[in-house]
T-cell receptor, first 112, second 111 residues
Framework: EDQVTQSPEALRLQEGESSSLNCSYT??????LFWYRQDPGKGPEFLFT???AGEEKEKERLKATLTKKESFLHITAPKPEDSATYLC?????????????FGQGTTLQVKP | DAGVTQSPTHLIKTRGQQVTLRCSPK?????VSWYQQALGQGPQFIFQ???????QRGNFPDRFSGHQFPNYSSELNVNALLLGDSALYLC??????????FGPGTRLTVL
């Protein structure tokens, strides 16, 4: 069964304290792995798509990497405005519709 | 360019009632997917519409149904509401199987 597990569930950082969020997955043929940011009560905001092991994508203080079994979202020198829930989702290659299978998310709090 | 829009923003219903949620996709997108997100959980796939047909369905009962119109907009209908249907309902649009962009969601509360 296709599955996504994110860790930790919650993370508290001081402003400027870099860290990483983990997304482990089991899927029958990965077509794509997606990272989203979600603010409370709002819809997820698209951040990155990764397609193959070894691929990396960067956007401001965020960098996403992908291996054959997991993905990491590295946050460098975070600011309070980076506080949000970060969701990881996979798209199985066998799916003819590209439905997304999500993890439960990591809630990040960055304190000034 | 307007992104994905959803209406209404919030909705309160009682058990047994029926509800219709609406979604307009991002310009240039032809595929609409619906997700249910319970508090503290990741979104769960309900179904996806492309070319006005349901293409794939998640593990949701037949009380959940949908429709896609020729202009690619979509509706999600839920009949015989249960307390457990209270959640944030998210619509996502895409071009075929490419990146999905989400709307702001509709918060449904069932009393």
């Amino acid at each position: 069964e296709d599955q996504v597990t994110q860790s930790p569930e919650a993370l508290r950082l001081q402003e400027g304290e870099s860290s990483s969020l983990n997304c482990s997955y089991t899927v029958s043929g990965l077509r794509g792995l997606f990272w989203y940011r979600q603010d409370p009560g709002k819809g997820p905001e698209f951040l990155f798509t990764l397609y193959s092991a070894g691929e990396e994508k960067e956007k401001e203080r965020l960098k996403a990497t992908l291996t054959k079994k997991e993905s990491f979202l590295h946050i460098t020198a975070p600011k309070p405005e980076d506080s949000a829930t970060y969701l990881c989702a996979v798209q199985a290659g066998s799916s003819n519709t590209g439905k997304l299978i999500f993890g439960q998310g990591t809630t990040l709090q960055v304190k000034p | 360019d307007a992104g994905v829009t959803q209406s209404p923003t919030h909705l309160i219903k009682t058990r047994g009632q029926q509800v219709t949620l609406r979604c307009s996709p991002k310009s240039g997108h032809d595929t609409v997917s619906w997700y249910q997100q319970a508090l503290g959980q990741g979104p769960q796939f309900i179904f996806q519409y492309y070319e006005e047909e349901e293409r794939q369905r998640g593990n949701f009962p037949d009380r959940f149904s949908g429709h896609q119109f020729p202009n690619y907009s979509s509706e999600l209908n839920v009949n015989a509401l249960l307390l457990g249907d209270s959640a944030l309902y998210l619509c996502a649009s895409s071009h075929l199987r490419n990146e999905q962009f989400f709307g702001p969601g509709t918060r449904l509360t069932v009393l």
